[in-house]
């Protein structure tokens, strides 16, 4: 095992039971993290990725599969160890408004996780870290005393950023974290984010369906469909040039002052995740797909260096439908 | 050809909130002009008044101590009225017939406990003065034109049985119901999918071309602008600080505000860092003297900009920005992570 790895996930499973049968939020999902990278999680409604980033802090129990977070064991942590491994994972939640608890000072609300996890000898020096923190995201000491409604989404932004870095953690999970804000302010939280992954040396899992942010904050992008792995690969090349239909339909839909988008890339609905399509889930609004697809392997296979697609019909990024070895009926 | 016949010609609207007892001004000098088988985007970030301009045109404000001022005329088949001066009883004949509105959020906008048929031919028959099964019959036709599959079966499933897209199309539906003519789309597409998104935002489009219909569309998304509209107004603080033809505007923007707007959304290579506007949008009570935006403006003269709203000044035929500086402002370039 690479010592360069922060993160590894196995074959990880989440089924959720629910009336009418069982959703298979994330299924058969596996890659790793690297130390210091940041690796950005694509994916429409419903395609697990909210579901992905819980499991990984253990929020959640996983089905099967394994997780493991610096060569330890997060599935099989005890609650002694996952307290002691919490204080190096932490999460940034996508809603300003309701993450933050309206009834403590901002004091309160940032020396919490020190109290808890018994860092700093008295109040006075948890307020001097918290004020220290408080800097890095722009603010000044004088907003310890204030509450949360005093300020607006994106000042709310920065204080949730600022408490999940508080203990210093490896890892940080954000759940869209800038998609209640306006572009303006979406872009000054993006580079708080930024400048503070470099001086901190953060790891982060990037929850989101923008493809346009995704772009802006990540090395490398896993693509998510229904609970499956469709693609994953280095973000300018997959930007460039997809390896995954799925993932070339996504890029051709997002919205852009640059281009208008064609109706001929886009079909269909979102498949109900209570029975979804047999094989490759994407099959049923997929222009490539043939019959093959039905029965196909969602295993991921390696097309280029670091290109990793689910698709059959993928030979090389952006090139489908002349996949070696599958039979294509007449 | 009715290209350019306008439909409803805003002139200087203003609206007045009582805040504390006092009138808070919420939009000042609003004015624009949609013509027939056009779209006009109306585009700002939260507190612009893009939301609040589209109400004021459907007298929907609600009892809050809303004041309005100004003209909105609607170009009706039998002769132009001022929305701002009719009654709430004429308003209930001009809304749904007249002009239509859809909003952001379709399940909240859907009755959960009535059929999607049922809910169509409500409109039709209140408008319309026809019988059920006619009403009925309209209500097929109209699911099949905003395409939703099995339009016979729809009619019958209630809006939880539906996805997110479908419910959006079905709310589509119920605005096309009297043929209005001229569409209020706030949002239509923000709470949906990407990929969803898309097939509405075309659906729309082709919508309007087809029924010749005016469309005023409000959004915070440029990126949505671009699909939909051949015009646009920037919003800011309550007025249009800069208006013109979408390529243009987002090609060439003039004001500082639409140049800093277009610089912060996130399109190039990752690792450098995103433009972003110094400080934030005033609030309501607290709007400066003079230009909305100098108080984050690197262009800004003390004077020049602190004393007087700027007028509108063309650049452009059709498109104009409000703002004093514009001789003096650099040629506009796009963000350096952009070049690639």
């Known amino acids: 095992m690479s010592r360069d790895l922060l993160v590894e996930i196995d074959g990880l499973n989440k089924h959720f039971p629910v009336r009418g049968g069982t959703v298979k939020a994330v299924q058969d999902v596996s890659f790793a993290i690297h130390r210091g990278e940041t690796v950005g999680l694509v994916g429409e409604s419903g395609s697990g990725k909210s579901t992905l980033g819980r499991l990984l802090l253990r929020l959640i129990e996983p089905t099967s599969g394994e997780i493991t977070f610096d060569g330890q064991s997060v599935s099989g942590a005890r609650a002694r160890e996952l307290r002691a491994l919490r204080r190096r994972m932490q999460m940034i939640f996508q809603d300003p408004y309701a993450s933050l608890n309206r009834y403590f000072t901002i004091e309160r609300t940032l020396t919490e996780p020190l109290h808890l996890h018994g860092i700093g000898r008295n109040a006075d020096e948890r307020r001097r870290i918290a004020a220290e923190m408080l800097e890095k995201v722009g603010f000044g000491p004088e907003v310890l005393q204030r509450y949360p409604a005093s300020f607006s989404g994106g000042q709310r932004q920065r204080i949730g950023i600022c408490r999940a870095l508080m203990l210093r953690p490896d890892l940080v999970v954000a759940d869209e974290p800038v998609s209640a804000l306006d572009v303006s302010v979406q872009a000054q939280v993006l580079n708080i984010l930024g400048d503070l992954r470099a001086e901190m040396n953060l790891t982060m899992l990037f929850i989101t369906h923008d493809l346009a942010v995704v772009r802006q904050i990540a090395h490398r992008v896993v693509v998510l469909y229904l609970g499956r792995v469709m693609e994953i690969g280095p973000v300018e090349a997959m930007f460039d040039c997809a390896a995954h239909p799925y993932t070339e339909t996504l890029v051709a839909a997002a919205p852009s002052i640059d281009h208008v988008i064609r109706p001929a890339e886009l079909v269909g609905e979102i498949p109900n995740p209570l029975s979804p399509p047999s094989g490759c889930p994407f099959r049923t609004r997929c222009a490539h797909a043939v019959s093959a697809c039905a029965s196909a392997d969602m295993s991921l296979r390696e097309i280029a260096p670091n290109r990793f697609t689910s698709c059959i019909r993928a030979a090389a990024p952006g090139a489908f439908g002349q996949a070696p070895g599958v039979q294509v009926p007449a | ?340």
């Not at chain 2, 039709?124 to 099949?144: F, N, P, Q, T």
């Not at chain 2, 015009?231 to 600080?241: A, E, F, L, N, P």
């Not at chain 2, 935006?293 to 000044?313: I, K, M, N, S, W």
């Open chain 2, 1 to 340: 050809m009715s290209e350019h016949e306008p439909v409803l010609s805003v002139q200087d609207l203003r609206v007045d909130f009582s805040i504390g007892g006092a009138f808070v001004p919420a939009l000042e000098g609003v004015s624009f002009d949609v013509a027939r088988g056009e779209t006009l985007a109306v585009v700002g970030e939260s507190g612009s008044g893009k939301t609040i301009t589209s109400l004021a045109l459907m007298n929907l404000l609600g009892a809050r101590g809303a004041r309005r001022q100004g003209r909105a005329i609607l170009h009706r088949a039998s002769g132009p009225v001022d929305l701002l001066a009719q009654s709430e009883r004429a308003m209930c004949d001009i809304r749904g017939a007249e002009i239509a509105m859809i909003f952001q959020e379709p399940m909240t906008s859907l009755n959960p406990v009535q059929t999607v048929g049922d809910q169509i031919c409500e409109a039709i028959i209140l408008h319309e003065k026809c019988k059920r099964k006619e009403a009925l019959e309209r209500a097929g036709d109209l699911v099949a034109l905003v395409r939703m599959p099995d339009p016979k079966r729809q009619l019958r499933a209630y809006p939880h049985q539906l996805s997110g897209g479908m419910r959006q199309r079905v709310m589509i539906a119920m605005a096309l119901s009297c043929s209005p003519r001229l569409l209020i789309a706030d949002e239509p597409t923000t709470a949906l999918d990407v990929t969803i998104q898309a097939q509405i935002l075309w659906l729309l489009r082709e919508l309007q071309e087809k029924l010749d219909m005016g469309m005023i569309f409000v959004t915070h998304d440029l990126g949505v602008v671009n699909q939909v509209a051949s015009r646009v107004c920037v919003m800011y603080s309550g007025q249009i600080v800069e208006q013109g033809p979408v390529r243009q505007v987002f090609d060439t923007p003039s004001h500082p505000y639409t140049r800093g707007l277009i610089r912060s959304i996130p399109r190039g290579r990752s690792a450098a860092r995103l433009y972003a506007l110094p400080g934030r949008v005033p609030p309501i009570a607290a709007r400066p003297r003079g230009c909305l935006f100098a108080p984050r403006c690197q262009h800004a003269l003390d004077g020049l900009c602190t004393t007087e709203r700027p007028a509108p000044v063309e650049v452009a035929p059709g498109h104009a920005a409000r703002c004093k500086r514009l001789d003096h402002l650099p040629a506009f370039e796009r963000a350096p992570a952009d070049v690639a």
